[in-house]
């Protein structure tokens, strides 16, 4: 294991622990604020899905023998489709040619 992947599995290894303790944060609230959890705990849970997203940009779909070159290609891959057709998960941007085309037949 080089120094690269063994840097970037402990990052993964830390990155998983917060989203544990965030995760444990907002199921404690929720048990101790009951009834009134919906809004009490609201920004913990606000806080954990944000994480859980950013984890999942990061980590998600590499499996359980990624290493950093597998994360990397990742990132430069979703990087290459932001730029080509904007943020992941708000669809494909039309290229102008392809609105005309459309709109004739």
């Not at 599995?9 to 303790?21: A, G, P």
Request: proline residues 2%; neutral net charge.
């Amino acid at each position: 294991m080089t120094v690269v992947s063994f840097c970037w599995f402990v990052r993964r290894m830390v990155d998983n622990e917060i989203l544990s303790i965030l995760r444990q944060r907002f199921e404690d609230c929720v048990l101790y604020e009951q009834p009134d959890h919906e809004r009490k705990c609201r920004s913990l849970l606000d806080t954990y899905e944000k994480a859980a997203e950013n984890w999942f940009i990061k980590y998600g779909d590499l499996g359980g023998y990624a290493n950093a070159k597998t994360a990397y290609m990742k990132q430069k891959h979703r990087m290459i489709w932001e730029r080509r057709h904007g943020p992941v998960g708000t669809g494909m941007k039309q290229v102008a040619g392809e609105d005309e085309a459309a709109s004739e037949h």
